[in-house]
């Protein structure tokens, strides 16, 4: 596979036409050690056909949008932000091909699940939240429900009024980490406003005190960013299901 190989590493971009496609081709577009191959939008997209990076603002890049798996050049991995109804459809795609997966799409019942039926063959791995602070703030969450037995938490997001999806994917996994840790059952809430990117707010209720953790991102490109880190980590590694966590503990390249 072309990962292996010297050069550029191929990536493929599903869900290519929309907002973090586009901030994945922008990535892509300046990244000396990645290449864009193949950029996968819906069947039935009025655009197809024509240049992703025009599409993006961007210039030409080479690549036109096309529908996922149509024939050109091989991808040694694909990065998914789409929808929760194309995952069933790409994990085949991803298992025959042999293509190694990472995705950031959220809503639906289960998404990493979807994906699970290519982990048999090729690395799997899914995240609701490809920021690096958010992804640590997970990390630490296990603890402070330790520490905190008697407190009472809850979720805020914040997001664009076309996120399809709420309680966020970031909401649910935070409230499942949370509950898993022995918390008291977490209550989320979800704000669809304007234009934010991205916004999660934490809060521990004590009896006479309250802890506020936020997170905003200003720019969906962290998001971007996230995922070709784990795009660059995952095609080393062997099939299964793998964490983002686990990319950012490894060693710098
Ligand atoms: N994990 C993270 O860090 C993170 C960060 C940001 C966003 N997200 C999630 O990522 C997903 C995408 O977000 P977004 O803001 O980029 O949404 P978006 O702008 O709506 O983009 C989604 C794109 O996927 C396309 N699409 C629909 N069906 C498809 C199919 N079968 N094959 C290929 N492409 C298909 C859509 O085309 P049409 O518009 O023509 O339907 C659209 O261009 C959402 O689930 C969002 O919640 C995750």
Redesign the pocket.
Known sequence: MSGASAGPLAVAV??????????LCRLLSAAADLRLVAA??????PRLGRDVGTIHGLGPLGVPLA??GTPGARPAVVVD??????LG??ADLCREARLPLV?????GED?ERALARAADVVPVLW?????PALAALAEILPGLAALLPEADFAVLDVH?E????AP???SRRLARLLAGSGARPVSTASLRLGGV??EHALYVEGAEERLEIWHRVRD?AV?AR??LLAARWIVARPPGIHRFADVLHAPPR
Not at 81 to 86: N, R
């Open positions: 599903h869900g290519a036409g929309g907002r973090m496609g586009g901030a996968w939008g819906r069947v039935g997209d529908a996922a932000f789409s929808v929760p109804e194309s459809a790409l995705s950031g799409t959220t809503g998404p995240a609701p939240n490809f920021s664009h076309g996120k399809r999806d966020s994917g970031t990117v991205g969906r998001f996230g995922a």
